[in-house]
């Protein structure tokens, strides 16, 4: 599932990944995929902004800002936290719907 294009805050360095797999194994969404010896960002997009592969990874290759965006929006009203979807803030003083 995409929520929005372009927004995610997911980086992967490259020259800190050693392809040990385990973001690949995390990743609720098939976000990062192997590419011979190393992992790479695949569908961006798809991303959920959990945070699981980015504290998973032991060399700190994976940078994602957990409960930013789109995702946390959705989740936030799912939770009944706010009434009104809103990208990059948790109070419901935010007036910008993103969903």
């Known amino acids: 599932m995409i929520y929005l294009r372009n927004v995610v805050s ?19 969404q098939g976000v ?13 997009d798809a991303c959920i902004e959990c945070g699981a592969c980015a504290m998973n990874c032991e060399f700190d290759a994976i940078r994602v800002r957990s409960g930013v965006g789109c995702a946390a929006a959705v989740l936030n009203v799912m939770l009944g936290r706010t009434s009104t979807p809103c990208c990059g803030s948790s109070d419901d003083s935010c007036t910008t719907s993103c969903c």
């Open 32 to 44: 990062l995929a192997r590419c011979g010896d190393f992992v790479q960002i695949v569908n961006q």
């Open 10 to 28: 997911l980086e992967l360095d490259r020259d800190k990944c050693t392809g040990c797999g385990v973001c690949l194994k995390v990743c609720p």
